[in-house]
Nanobody
Framework: QVQLVESGGGLVQPGGSLRLSCVAS????????MGWYRQAPGKQRELVAS?????????NYADSVKGRFTISRDNAKATVYLQMNGLKPEDTAVYFC???????????WGQGTQVTVSS
């Protein structure tokens, strides 16, 4: 059974930082591209950042978070991280972890973690 468990969300003031973690189990973690998505109330889920499988040599970011967020992975710990700096109120959302393996048509989601940026 595949599980993705996110943690690290919370309430932070504008300009602050948070680090989200997503621990995966039940899959060959290194074989999956990993992504962080977010969904704000009344809005569609959107891609925040992604990292390729294997050593994670390629990353991709939404324009709204470039230069502020960094995605990384630790295959030994089956964990993907999202370091979020310079947080803004518009970053407030539920953040979801995704594991994707196009070659076998598999995609898995975590349950989400709430990030609230407010003074």
């Amino acid at each position: 059974q595949v599980q993705l468990v996110e943690s690290g969300g919370g309430l932070v003031q504008p300009g602050g930082s948070l680090r989200l973690s997503c621990v995966a189990s039940g899959l060959i973690f290194s074989a999956y591209a990993m992504g962080w998505y977010r969904q704000a109330p009344g809005k569609q889920r959107e891609l925040v950042a992604s990292i390729t499988s294997g050593s994670g040599g390629s990353t991709n970011y939404a324009d709204s978070v470039k230069g502020r967020f960094t995605i990384s992975r630790d295959n030994a710990k089956a964990t993907v991280y999202l370091q979020m700096n310079g947080l803004k109120p518009e970053d407030t959302a539920v953040y979801f972890c995704n594991a994707n393996r196009d070659t076998i048509g598999r995609s898995y989601w975590g349950q989400g973690t709430q990030v609230t940026v407010s003074s």
